[in-house]
């Protein structure tokens, strides 16, 4: 029987309600500890809102929400970063007009504590740069430290993302939509990005490319409707009629 300190986070019974429209229905997650999972379901599914209500960005209506068995229902945004539990948006959320390197030091002044401390000279923020070169080389983005990011195409950006994100020190990274409006090769980068970052963590990921999720992640809740369809591997969901009817069939 599986311990509940082998879930990281874990909700019960979450549901958000907007003016008489459920957009999350009751969803249950448990989010083992040190793996990779996906929330997958069609447009309107209530992917996002789940989002939103595990990163505090929206209230529940009712429900729990529960990391590392410590109820963060009532907690802030702010609070939950600084437990660990980090994300990372759908839009590449990085300063375009500084530098690779730079936006990664600011990421780690932030985890200090002195994220308006930016103005400080270069030589105060130096020691600063090791550790912003080690998170840019654990990307693939060594060669790139000195370019500035308007400059980078799009799956270096995210790329630089994930660095960023990486630098907060999460426990739980939350990844929404990692590799929306990639090609290929992008696709390729950022899913093996992901799986070299996912070492010692857990991430939790929304994602609507069903190879990617097939590749990486260990488990998968699908969802309908803002409630949850069915749970398990990659070869039980989607083997299973009533996803294919409600998603996979689609997105073949």
């Known amino acids: 029987m599986t311990e509940t300190g082998d879930f990281i986070l874990q909700t019960q019974g979450l549901t958000k309600e907007f003016k008489g429209f459920t957009a999350v229905n009751g969803v249950d997650l448990r989010i083992r500890r040190h793996?990779?999972?996906?929330?997958i379901g069609p447009n309107g599914a209530g992917k996002t809102t789940v989002f939103n209500l595990l990163t505090k960005f929206l209230t529940p209506t009712r429900g729990t929400i529960a990391f590392n068995g410590r109820d963060i229902t009532p907690a802030k945004p702010a609070e939950i970063a600084r437990?660990?539990?980090v994300r990372s948006f759908q839009i590449s959320a990085v300063f375009p007009h500084m530098?690779?390197?730079?936006?990664?030091?600011v990421a780690l002044l932030r985890k200090l504590g002195t994220s308006f401390h930016f103005w400080r000279g270069e030589r105060a923020l130096a020691p600063l740069n090791d550790r912003a070169d080690e998170l840019l080389a654990m990307v693939g983005l060594e060669r790139f430290r000195e370019a500035v990011v308007a400059d980078l195409p799009y799956g270096r950006k995210?790329?630089?993302?994930?660095?960023?994100?990486?630098?907060?020190d999460p426990e739980l990274m939350l990844l929404d939509e990692p590799t929306q409006g990639m090609g290929r090769e992008d696709v390729e980068?950022?899913?093996?990005?992901?799986?070299?970052?996912?070492?010692?963590?857990?991430?939790?990921?929304?994602?609507?490319?069903?190879?990617?999720?097939?590749?990486?992640c260990d488990t998968i809740t699908v969802l309908q409707?803002?409630?949850?369809?069915t749970e398990g591997t990659y070869a039980e969901?989607?083997?299973?009629?009533r996803v294919k009817e409600a998603y996979m069939g689609r997105a073949a």
């Open 35 to 39: 793996t990779i999972h996906a929330l």
């Open 237 to 241: 969901v989607s083997a299973d009629p």
């Open 189 to 216: 980068l950022v899913t093996q990005l992901i799986r070299k970052v996912s070492a010692n963590r857990t991430i939790l990921m929304v994602e609507h490319n069903l190879g990617v999720v097939s590749t990486l």
């Open 99 to 105: 530098t690779a390197r730079e936006n990664v030091r």
């Open 83 to 85: 437990m660990g539990v």
């Open 158 to 168: 995210r790329a630089l993302e994930l660095a960023t994100t990486l630098a907060l």
């Open 225 to 229: 409707r803002g409630a949850v369809l």
